[in-house]
DNA sequence: CAATATTTTTTGGTTCGCCAAAAAAATGCA
DNA sequence: TGCATTTTTTTGGCGAACCAAAAAATATTG
């Protein structure tokens, strides 16, 4: 098992190789590799029993794989939490430093790690962090662009992508915050809310809209 | 900067690379490769400024090097002092998970963590830690070896060896222990000794008896 | 001061991951 | 259905780091 194979396993399982079949395309995107490396990789993790591909139609992961994608995501999450606890980083620089630690994690040092941080539920963006065992289901999946104008909802989880977190930290828009949402502006335009937590006006952009989950 | 490179300048450095120069031999047996490899690998670190390469004579480091290895050192002992600290690892088992965490770990981050371990000033194993700008002098030079019998001295620092840290675990053997040097065996015997501390008598190899430092 | 032994460098070759470009297959649409 | 577009796989090649074995330089010693 190598870093790089496992950015592959992890990228597999968040783009939902765990219940369908995901494209070559779509790991070459999401990681920044030609398509034909992304072929390549592949066919090593199969034949390793961590990934079934089916040429020309799709990728998936194995029981084995997916045990090893929940591992690394709980390892990623638990260096998180231990960041901004601990060292107090901020929600937009722990990723980066998190994506270098979870491949130098053994499971001794990741559970007593997680013990040492009172066993936490949840990274700093609201992801579920897997248990032990790999127990994982992410919970909240409305997204703050379906919720109708007038509602009013909590939000619970940010899709942790640096550029975006920047962005909302800017707008003060925080995890836990309630917001009234006022009004979608037409042809992907953004959506404009009120911080019911401090009393201000937020205008989020449709793209943005798309990456804060609400409840 | 890569692992491999960064593995290669913390052992020129603790082979003694600051004040003289270093054995392409020395460096091969220590990182288990090669002689070739190491040949190629220093003309790298030469282009890039890191050491000085004087061909069939040897090896030693620049300022710059010596910059480098004194960041990965703080990196590395560091670690180790969370490992014990907050981790609960025992002396044994840190060495190697430091070495693969020192190889991630921003300059930003190292500092967070000094500072949340409240700066310690010497790892588990007795060695010193250097300081935000690099400051390092190791302090204790004798060895356990050179005491005369009938001395009596204080165990202040360990070669963090797994192998070696584990037979002086099971020996009952820990820093700061006091000790009275009873006799040297000829033929490069043992060493036998009186641990003070819980008046026990020891007997330590010949080997073992040049990593353990004493004052 | 040779002759031998050791150390170091050079050479040729491996594996791993990556890429660009070509070829093949699947898909979309007219 | 048939042609064009997109996606995927295949091919050929590159750089990094490794090795074993050959060649060159240095060191030891009788
Ligand atoms: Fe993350
Ligand atoms: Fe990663
Ligand atoms: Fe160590
Ligand atoms: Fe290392």
Redesign the interface.
């Known amino acids: 098992m190598t870093p790089m194979k496992e950015d592959y396993l992890k990228i597999i399982f968040e783009l939902g190789g765990t219940h369908k079949k995901v494209s070559n395309k779509q790991i070459a995107l999401s990681l920044n590799v030609a398509a034909g490396s992304v072929t390549e990789m592949i066919s090593k993790m199969t034949e390793e029993g961590l990934a079934v591909h089916v040429p020309y139609s799709g990728i998936s992961l194995t029981k084995k794989g997916v045990r090893a994608a929940e591992e690394l995501v709980r390892k990623h999450r638990l260096w998180e939490v231990f960041?901004v606890e601990?060292?107090?980083?901020s929600l937009a620089d722990i990723h980066d430093?998190a994506e270098?630690?979870e491949?130098?994690t053994?499971d001794r040092?990741i559970n007593?790690?997680d013990e040492?941080l009172g066993n936490p539920t949840h990274c700093p963006h609201g992801g579920i962090i897997p248990d032990r065992s790999g127990h994982y289901h992410e919970d909240s999946h409305q997204v703050l662009n379906d919720a109708k104008d007038g509602d009013i909802v909590t939000v619970d989880r940010f899709i942790d992508n640096h550029d975006l977190l920047t962005y909302l930290g800017e707008l003060k828009l925080d995890i836990g915050d309630q917001v009234k949402v006022l009004k979608h502006d037409p042809f992907e335009g953004p959506v404009t809310v009120q911080n019911l937590t401090d009393d201000t006006e937020l205008i989020v952009s449709y793209k943005a809209a798309h990456y804060v989950f609400v409840k």
């Open positions: 960041l601990k060292l107090g980083y430093e270098q630690l491949h130098v053994s040092m007593a790690l040492m």
